[in-house]
């Protein structure tokens, strides 16, 4: 398996609060992604990462921030949680290079009261 | 990208070959045909992908019609574990890494 770990694995939170996820990964890849998981929404792209402080949005990124100082750390920050983004949320890293397989992390369960 | 569709279920007798069909009819001719597959709780997990040619690696073979509008992940010989949703994705190979997930197929394997 990819070596990717997601800290925590688990939050409760209050509303207005700021949570950071971390993902960290020690594959060296330069890809780096945040997606959340919602039922009846599969997967959604939040932002992703091309290189160390290179970073760009996805689909659902309002409300989020992300940063990557070094390759193999890629933090999500929800600056003031809401309860709409109570999720499941997953990290996923990928190699640059035609074959473009994301490997995943186990994802960090976030529920914001 | 183009869009895929999927069942929203199948099942499979376990030691049986699960066939999952996929249609993606506007798919383009640099597009590649990707399976995933995620197991309750846990991060999607990538199976197989293939642009043109069939695939077979040790977890699946994929099967893509002529036209390529359409193709089958094959799992020859379910086991309980494969019980997941998995996910038929067709996008381009190249350029920003971007993976649309739909709400793909649940496959029950049953004793």
């Known amino acids: 398996d990819a070596g990717i770990t997601q800290s925590p694995r688990h939050k409760v939170t209050e509303t207005g609060t700021p949570v950071t996820l971390r993902c960290h990964q020690t594959?060296?890849?330069?890809?780096m992604y945040w997606y959340r998981q919602d039922p009846g929404h599969g997967l959604r792209l939040i932002h992703y990462?091309?290189?160390?402080?290179?970073?760009d949005k996805g689909e659902v990124s309002d409300g989020y921030s992300v940063s990557r100082s070094k390759t193999e750390d890629f933090l999500l920050t929800l600056e003031s949680a809401t309860s709409s983004q109570t999720s499941v949320y997953f990290c996923?890293?990928?190699?640059?290079?035609?074959?473009?397989?994301?490997?995943f992390g186990p994802g960090t369960r976030l529920t914001v009261l | 990208d183009a869009k895929t569709t999927q069942p929203t279920s199948m099942d499979c007798a376990e030691g049986r070959a699960a066939n999952l069909p996929c249609n993606h009819s506007?798919?383009?001719?640099?597009?590649?045909v990707y399976w995933y597959r995620q197991i309750h709780s846990q991060g999607p997990q990538y199976i197989i992908h293939?642009?043109?040619n069939n695939e077979t690696n040790e977890m699946a073979s994929l099967i893509i019609t002529e036209d390529r509008k359409s193709s089958t992940l094959i799992l020859p010989h379910a086991t309980l574990r494969d019980t997941a949703v998995y996910y038929c994705?067709?996008?381009?190979?190249?350029?920003?890494?971007?993976?649309?997930f739909g709400t793909g197929t649940r496959l029950l394997v049953s004793p």
């Open positions: 506007t798919i383009s001719g640099n597009e590649y």
């Open positions: 996923a890293i990928s190699e640059s290079g035609p074959l473009n397989e994301q490997f």
């Open positions: 293939g642009l043109k």
């Open positions: 594959e060296n890849h330069r890809y």
């Open positions: 990462s091309y290189g160390v402080k290179d970073t």
């Open positions: 994705i067709v996008r381009v190979a190249e350029g920003f890494q971007k993976l649309v």
